[in-house]
């Protein structure tokens, strides 16, 4: 058998419209959220992602950014140059000299993965996002664009307090004691050899007691007569 509905309760006319409005009311006396762009400039998280910044002097142009880009908006042209060798007798070594080093941010769509996959931090996220042109070409910025971002990259964060200390800055801290023990050890051996030649210049004080003069002997107080040697009695029963 079909089930019996409930008894629908009667509606008032016009009881729907009056809760719109009621809704609609509330809000007006409500302060308002929404920021008025540009007057209120908008409080961005410290990892947003506007633009990205070119740390050039750690590029090494491996072109790991540049193949893994999905959108293939990197740019990149380099050439090879000869490095002479560190010490005598060593061979040449060749390195890669960076050309360009373009992002077309028109074509970007910012999901980060060059700045991960770099293996040498040169890539780095900026907060900043007013760069909009009215030109399509001016969207692609050059090394020197690239450059004046990391004047607005935010400094990274703190680490943990319970961390360990990376393994760069042990070694660095390791090589920076070891050379300031050598400075010092190296040092205290300058400032003992110049002490023995200091004492080795100077003449050495006469003896306690005497007194040393020109044609006088030492051992002799000066104006004091030598004393005679006692005469034998054996000399005068001779």
């Known amino acids: 058998m079909a089930e019996r509905l409930p008894p629908t309760r009667s509606r008032i006319p016009g009881s729907g419209l009056a809760k719109g409005l009621a809704v609609t009311l509330r809000t007006m006396t409500k302060k308002t959220v929404t920021a008025q762009y540009p007057d209120a400039q908008p409080e961005l998280p410290p990892r947003s992602r506007g633009v990205i910044g070119l740390f050039e002097e750690n590029c090494t142009v491996c072109m790991l950014c540049a193949r893994e880009c999905p959108d293939w908006c990197i740019y990149i042209d380099s050439h090879k140059e000869t490095v002479p060798p560190a010490a005598p007798g060593g061979r040449e070594r060749s390195r890669n000299v960076l050309d360009r080093f373009a992002i077309d941010f028109s074509l970007c769509m910012y999901c980060g993965i060059c700045i991960e996959v770099c293996p040498f931090d040169a890539l780095f996220w900026s907060p900043e996002f007013e760069y909009a042109e009215t030109d399509i070409h001016e969207l692609t910025h050059e090394r020197d664009k690239l450059r004046e971002w990391m004047w607005t990259v935010p400094a990274p964060p703190a680490l943990d307090p319970g961390a360990e200390e990376p393994k760069e800055l042990v070694a660095a801290r390791k090589t920076a004691d070891k050379l300031a023990a050598e400075a010092a050890t190296a040092a205290e051996a300058a400032e003992l050899a110049a002490q023995t030649a200091e004492q080795a210049t100077q003449p050495e004080p006469p003896a306690s007691g ?20 006692p005469s034998d009695p054996q000399d005068g029963a001779s």
């Open 210 to 229: 005497t007194t040393t003069t020109t044609g006088t002997p030492t051992g002799t107080p000066t104006g004091t007569p030598e004393p005679s040697k």
